[in-house]
């Protein structure tokens, strides 16, 4: 968090207002400069959101903002490291750069009981070896993701892996 909120005032000149609720971080940012910036990168809403540009062309930006997304929606389970979302096109471009990584992802559709929710679209990381090198090559912040990941698809050298700049 103390990265984010440093960062984010460098780009924009104002400190959000951040807050821990004791299992994540509430953060309010009200600046028109920062809203028009970032409206300009992207689409955004569940549906339709999409990888920025800027981030697709440039592999450490990307590793940045994978780390930020898996942080937020990443499962890290005992077989695979899943993402879900109900936007295709937006787990697509994700695996697409993660292939960059050599980094096998599969997407799942998962149609949900209730008719009147969105599908949902699973993309799995299956492979223990793949899991190894996401955490090798883009790892987590998130502490206990972190913890996991490393018990789980590392045999040796614990310390080394999962949380590279």
């Given amino acids: 968090m103390k990265r984010f909120l440093y960062v984010f005032e ?8 951040a807050k821990n609720m004791g299992n994540y971080f509430y953060v309010q940012i ?3 400069k920062a809203c028009i910036a970032l409206l300009k990168l992207a689409k955004f809403g ?3 959101w999409s990888i920025p540009k800027i981030i697709r062309n440039n592999k450490k930006i990307a ?17 695979y490291i899943q993402l879900q ?4 096109k ?3 471009e994700i695996a697409k750069l993660l292939k960059s990584w050599n980094i096998e ?35 987590f912040n998130h502490e206990l993701k972190l913890n996991r990941s490393r018990r789980l698809y590392v045999l040796e050298s614990p310390n080394q892996v999962g949380h590279q700049n």
């Fill in 46 to 48: 569940s549906l339709s």
């Fill in 10 to 17: 460098q780009l924009y000149g104002v400190t959000p207002h």
């Fill in 105 to 139: 992802t599969k997407i799942y559709k998962y149609e949900r009981s209730n008719k009147k929710w969105n599908t949902n679209y699973l993309l799995n990381i299956n492979k223990r070896h793949h899991c190894f090198k996401f955490l090798n090559s883009i790892g």
């Fill in 30 to 32: 009200q600046n028109k």
């Fill in 63 to 79: 590793r940045f903002w994978l780390r930020a997304y898996f942080d937020c929606d990443g499962y890290v389970c005992k077989k």
């Fill in 85 to 88: 979302s109900v936007n295709e």
């Fill in 90 to 92: 937006g787990l697509r």
